[in-house]
């Protein structure tokens, strides 16, 4: 069973950069496809960056150009690096697999202030 471990959110005002990370568990990381998703209140969780187990990555349209997604298999993590934030980004980030299969890591909070 894989764990997650999300960190890295915090308060930053709009046009900041913020980096998230996730450690995960299980020895099948590197062969598994992970993504960031995040959910806003009073909406639904969606993913917002992918990271297949060969590298490629994708996004979503909100976010291409702002967010990059990055994996080092040796260690076991996946980051977001977010740039130009707006307040439209404030959600819970959640790192996990793609598809999430229903394993979720507690998530991180992401605040950006106008």
């Known amino acids: 069973q894989v764990q997650l471990a999300e960190s890295g959110g915090g308060l930053v005002q709009a046009g900041g950069s913020l980096r998230l990370s996730c450690a995960a568990s299980?020895?099948?990381?590197?062969?598994?496809?992970m993504g960031w998703y995040r959910q806003a209140p009073g909406s639904q969780r969606n993913l917002v960056a992918l990271?297949?187990?060969?590298?490629?990555?994708k996004y979503a349209g909100s976010v291409e150009g702002r967010f990059t997604i990055a994996r080092d298999n040796a260690r076991n993590t996946v980051s977001l690096q977010m740039n130009s934030l707006t307040p439209e980004d404030t959600a819970v980030f959640y790192c996990?697999?793609?598809?999430?299969?229903?394993?979720w890591g507690p998530g991180t909070q992401v605040t950006v202030s106008s």
């Open positions: 996990a697999r793609v598809p999430a299969l229903g394993v």
């Open positions: 990271i297949g187990r060969d590298g490629t990555t």
């Open positions: 299980g020895d099948s990381f590197s062969t598994t496809a």
